[in-house]
């Protein structure tokens, strides 16, 4: 049983911040890259930041500069540091990760269920 769990979101004006988290749980071996998604309504999901294994960083056009991703690998957790927020940014953010199971010779993908940000004054 393995789940991905996200938490962090709400409420910001325009300009503030929030740092959201996902943590991996379950009988895992490795997890590998780790990326956040996010979707607002009638839009597709659309990457917004991933992070590998090592730490390479690779991040929407949209966002860089304002939002940081990182990964604490001894908690198997990934955060988003969003700052500089705008009206735009709001939607649902959902993490994904690639990992591999314990006892398991292949790496699946997981999503979390999902965390709303709203920007809004």
């Known amino acids: 049983q393995v789940q991905l769990v996200e938490s962090g979101g709400g409420l910001v004006q325009p300009g503030g911040s929030l740092r959201l988290s996902c943590a991996a749980s379950?009988?895992?071996?490795?997890?590998?890259?780790m990326g956040w998604y996010r979707q607002a309504p009638g839009k597709a999901r659309e990457l917004v930041a991933s992070?590998?294994?090592?730490?390479?960083?690779n991040y929407a056009d949209s966002v860089k500069s304002r939002f940081t991703i990182s990964r604490d690998n001894a908690k198997n957790t990934v955060y988003l540091q969003m700052n500089s927020l705008k009206p735009e940014d709001a939607a649902d953010y959902y993490c994904n990760a690639d990992l591999q199971r314990r006892g398991i010779s292949y790496r699946e993908n997981y999503w979390g269920q999902g965390t709303q940000v709203t920007v809004s004054s």
């Open positions: 379950g009988s895992i071996w490795s997890v590998y890259t």
């Open positions: 992070i590998t294994l090592g730490g390479s960083t």
